[in-house]
C-alpha cells in the first residue's frame, strides 16, 4: 500500500538545557543589578537610590535568594548547587558550566524533574516572581500603584495650597 516506515529517535539535549540554564542565571543577574541600584548608596555622590531601603524591594531579594537556595524534592537533585548555580556577593548568580555539563551528562532525568513539575525549581521561581509582578496582585505592582495615587494626591494638595496663597 505505498507505506513508508519513519523512525523518531527522542534523546536529551544537554547543550539546550545548558543554554536555558545560562539565560536563567543572565536574567536573574540583570534583575539583581537593578535592585543592587535601587538599593545602594552611590559613593560618589553620598545619595540613596531610588528605593533604598523599600522593603518590597528587600522581600523580592530575599525571596529569590531563598527560592534559589532551598532543596526540592526528595531526588537526587535536589538544589541548584547541585547543578552548579550559586549565588555570588553582591547578590548575583554564577553558573559552573563544567559541574553543570557533567550532571546533565550523568543525571540528565534527575535534572528534567528538578527543574520541571508543578512543584520543580522552575515553577517555584515564576511563582516568586509572579507575586511581586503581577499586574494585578503583585507586591512591586501594587506598590507602583500605591506610589502613583499618592503623586496624585501630593500634586493636588500642592495645587489646593497654592491657590490658597494667591487667594
Not at 503583585?138 to 494667591?166: H, V
Amino acid at each position: 500500500s505505498g507505506s513508508e516506515r519513519i523512525s523518531v529517535t527522542v534523546a536529551p539535549d544537554p547543550a539546550a538545557v545548558l543554554e536555558t540554564l545560562t539565560a536563567l542565571v543572565t536574567a536573574y543577574n540583570e534583575i539583581a543589578a537593578v535592585i543592587q541600584a535601587q538599593n545602594t548608596i552611590d559613593p560618589l555622590t553620598n545619595r540613596g537610590g531610588p528605593l533604598l531601603g523599600d522593603s518590597t524591594l528587600v522581600s523580592l531579594s530575599q525571596r529569590l535568594a531563598s527560592g534559589l537556595a532551598r532543596s526540592y524534592g526528595n531526588a537526587d537533585i535536589q538544589s541548584a548547587a547541585q547543578l552548579g548555580i550559586t549565588l555570588k556577593s553582591g547578590g548575583g548568580l554564577q553558573i559552573d558550566a563544567d559541574q553543570l555539563e557533567a550532571v546533565l551528562e550523568s543525571s540528565f532525568e534527575e535534572v528534567a524533574r528538578f527543574m520541571a513539575g508543578e512543584d520543580g525549581f522552575a515553577d517555584q521561581l515564576r511563582r516568586i516572581a509572579d507575586g511581586f509582578v503581577d499586574p494585578k496582585n503583585g507586591l512591586l505592582s501594587l506598590r507602583i500603584t500605591n506610589t502613583n495615587e499618592a503623586i496624585s494626591t501630593l500634586r493636588q494638595r500642592i495645587e489646593d495650597a497654592e491657590e490658597r496663597l494667591e487667594s
